[in-house]
């Protein structure tokens, strides 16, 4: 079992920049692919980024790409989103998610784990 917390959000204005982050906490974390989505008010939750297990493999949207980056610190148990230049599009609730069975995968439906979502709020 894993539990996720995220933290990080907040109010700013486009152009600015802000870094989630996701406590994970269980045994299972290493092997665990980790994801990032985002729900804005009246629309489906969307897949923003994912990494594998080891770090080093990241898949993004086409949305955020260039801008948005997603990485883990396994020896912390957390993995982060960067985002800069942040775009009032990019206001929404944003999840950390956890896929016990694979990586990479761009539907909400495919992982196990999920926080409780963080606010991310851009002005324009």
């Known amino acids: 079992q894993v539990q996720l917390v995220e933290s990080g959000g907040g109010l700013v204005q486009a152009g600015g920049s802000l870094r989630l982050s996701c406590a994970a906490s269980?045994?299972?974390?290493?092997?665990?692919?980790m994801g990032w989505f985002r729900q804005a008010p009246g629309k489906e939750r969307e897949f923003v980024a994912a990494?594998?297990?080891?770090?080093?493999?990241?898949y993004y949207a086409d949305s955020v790409l260039g801008r948005f980056t997603i990485s883990r610190d396994k020896a912390n148990n957390t993995v982060y989103l960067q985002m800069n230049n942040l775009k009032p599009g990019d206001t929404a609730v944003y999840y950390c998610a956890g896929d016990s069975s694979s990586w990479g995968r761009t539907t909400s439906a495919s992982y196990d784990y999920w926080g409780q979502g963080t606010q991310v709020t851009v002005s324009s």
């Open positions: 990494i594998n297990w080891g770090g080093d493999i990241k």
């Open positions: 269980g045994r299972t974390f290493s092997r665990v692919g």
